[in-house]
């Protein structure tokens, strides 16, 4: 099975989660969040089987929002002693390096004990009460801090480059350390930029890695950029062969574990699966209906009439099957009829998003499922009979040709 996990940006996202059963292998969350709520963060944490905090930097280089300090940013900031402004480059010198990534590592060793403690606490006491709790969540792995970058010439990425060698020092010998390459997908365009990268972090005392290619969606982005990010991963995995994270990933990264490309998998409560530095983890929802046969979430009004000519097309879920989705008989014609639930008005919104949510869970967990019982061959060529059946109903489906005609040239190197 693939390794997959969900992103709990926002307090909601974690409520959506617990109120499906579907059992990802851990949960994500930023850094930033996880010291602002650290309360919250060890409930969320509590309840993983594993978890991995994201310390993606990001927010110190643009801590503003309507010219005052961000609430979330400012307690980063005092909790790693920086000054509350805008970080700048001469503000790294080495004692700063060695003080921010100690901080950082440390903070991740004391969340996983107060994390632990709690759950044995809550063991201790439930064992008359006989309600039987998981056993305690693992750090799937300590996370170096970083910041996104432009390119290779972009001086944070040297800073990066330091702070690991920095983690790499206090490693200790049963530890497990990831580090996160964030790079603009257009510096992965260029094959020798791939190679100095992966040069770059091929280093034999880090365990795995987690990758973010800023910007770069898996659906909409054009074939150029879907071979440069297939042949970015492929680079890392020949000459590194340590496992890999996609911290931003949908269909196509799930096709790319089932090659043994990636280990694992992050998704987002539907959001975007893609996410540009120095913009909000979460952001609007996506009221978009995730629909298997695009592989992709499309907007809800459209459902209607899609079930009305291709009633196969019915989602299982048990979100589907007691909310969206009704089955009635037709009087006239005495036949089975599906009608799927209109957006509602506003004061009914709310309902409507979490059931939105909860089934994109589940129908991406019945692709996780679907993807590592079958045969990568035919997972191929599904896609062209997925992109004819979704042109037939005027459904954009260019991704799904791109993926083949990507993937269907590449897949035996793979």
Known sequence: MINWFVRVSIPDDDKILSDTAVNPTGKVIGLTHAIY????????????????????????????????????????????????????????????????????????????????????????????????????????????????????????????LKMIAEALKSKSGDEVMYATIAIDKREILNDIVIDNIVKDYNNCEIDGYLIWITDFDEVFDDLNYVKSFIDFIKKLKTETNKPIINLYSGYLSLLLAKKNLLQGVVIRVCYKQRRKPCTEAGGPPREGYYLGLVKHKISSNLMPSILESKPDLRCHCIICKTYFIREFI?????????????????????????????????????????????????????????????????????????????????????
């Open 330 to 414: 037709d009087p006239s014609t005495g036949k089975s009829v599906l009608k799927f639930l209109p957006y509602p008005r506003e004061t009914e919104r709310y309902v409507y998003r979490s059931n939105i949510k909860k089934h994109f869970l589940y129908a991406f967990e019945k692709e996780i499922q679907d993807v590592s019982t079958r045969d990568f061959n035919e997972l191929l060529n599904q896609l062209l009979d997925l992109a004819s059946k979704a042109e037939d109903l005027l459904l954009p489906a260019n991704h799904l040709r791109r993926w083949y005609e990507t993937l269907s040239k590449y897949y035996l190197k793979l």
């Open 37 to 160: 709520r650290q309360k919250y963060s060890l409930e969320v944490l509590r309840t993983a089987k594993s978890f991995i905090i994201d310390c993606d930097l990001s927010d110190l280089l643009c801590p503003y929002r309507e010219g005052e300090i961000k609430r979330s940013v400012s307690k980063l900031m005092d909790f790693l002693n920086l000054p509350r402004r805008e970080l700048k480059l001469t503000d790294f010198n080495n004692q700063m390096i060695k003080n921010i990534v100690q901080k950082i590592l440390d903070f991740q060793r004391r969340i996983l004990s107060k994390v632990s403690s709690i759950q044995r606490t809550l063991q201790f006491f439930e064992l008359e009460a006989k309600q039987p709790i998981s056993g305690s969540p693992s750090l799937y792995a300590l996370t170096i801090p970083y910041f996104p970058v432009s390119s290779v010439s972009d001086p944070w990425y040297d800073i990066n």
